[in-house]
């Protein structure tokens, strides 16, 4: 599957959510629900170079220091079983480490820009009153920068620069509880990348939240976010893991 063709796929599966948001003041049957969040990620970069793999870590409270986050905004249109997912997660994130082999070099900045936009369609296959379970699929299209800044050592200080874009299909799975009017939890996890064409070679996500609202339109949000991304580009293999807490509101109507 090509870059083009996955974020066909993906504009397409975005675009069924919005008709059915066009089509909300005729049919009662759809409900919808927007979300945007705050995400404090611990992230950590692994980069092959030609004097080992460069790691850099990112601590969840080194970016409250730094007022590094991540922004995320996602929506949901939703009609008896099916459901209609968007997501979209910016981040913006620097971060210092020893470099590889530190003779060469005595140390590393990484700086990374990532925005991913990722479009699911779901199926429940089992429910209660108070409870769903629902698996289908979608595509992420992620654009990406990574900036390396080798400081010097016994060899001069030297930069490197990662710039890609790409769309993996995914598989996708999502749970949701209600414990009374107030409380309610869901669990979305998602896999995806499978090494096709210029995909990733794999990607995986998990997010789990808990709300509490306070009427029957707002809720508040918080939660655990994941997300791992394997992938080579231009023959240089390396690898983006972020995870830590999220923070937000959540409207429905």
């Not at 409900?31 to 611990?42: G, R």
């Not at 007022?67 to 905004?73: A, H, I, K, R, Y």
Request: negative net charge; glycine residues 12%.
């Amino acid at each position: 599957m090509t870059h083009t063709q996955s974020t066909r796929i993906l504009a397409a599966t975005l675009c069924l959510s919005g008709l059915g948001a066009a089509a909300s003041a005729q049919d009662a049957g759809w409900s919808y629900d927007l979300s945007s969040y705050m995400w404090f990620p611990n992230t950590v970069n692994k980069v092959d170079t030609p004097y080992g793999i460069a790691q850099s870590e990112l601590s969840v409270g080194d970016a409250l220091d730094a007022l590094d986050f991540g922004v995320m905004v996602s929506g949901t249109a939703r009609r008896g079983p099916w459901a209609f997912t968007g997501d979209l997660v910016h981040l913006d994130l620097t971060a210092d480490s020893a470099a590889p082999l530190g003779v060469f070099y005595s140390g590393v900045r990484t700086a990374t820009k990532l925005t991913a936009l990722s479009g699911y369609a779901l199926y429940e296959i089992a429910g209660s009153q108070s409870s769903s379970l629902e698996v289908g699929g979608g595509v992420r299209a992620v654009e990406s920068t990574l900036d390396l800044s080798f400081d010097a050592g016994v060899l001069p200080g030297t930069s490197q620069r990662i710039k890609d874009n790409w769309a993996d299909a995914l598989i996708a799975l999502r749970y949701r509880h209600q414990f009374d009017t107030q409380w309610n939890a869901a669990l979305a996890v998602d896999y995806g990348g499978f090494g096709i064409g210029d995909s990733s070679d794999k990607t995986w996500q998990v997010v789990a939240t808990i709300g509490y609202a306070f009427n029957e339109n707002w809720t508040m949000v918080g939660g655990y976010r994941h997300l791992f991304v394997d992938r080579s580009n231009d023959g240089t293999d390396y690898s983006l893991e972020m995870s830590g807490p999220l923070l937000g509101v959540t409207y429905r109507f």
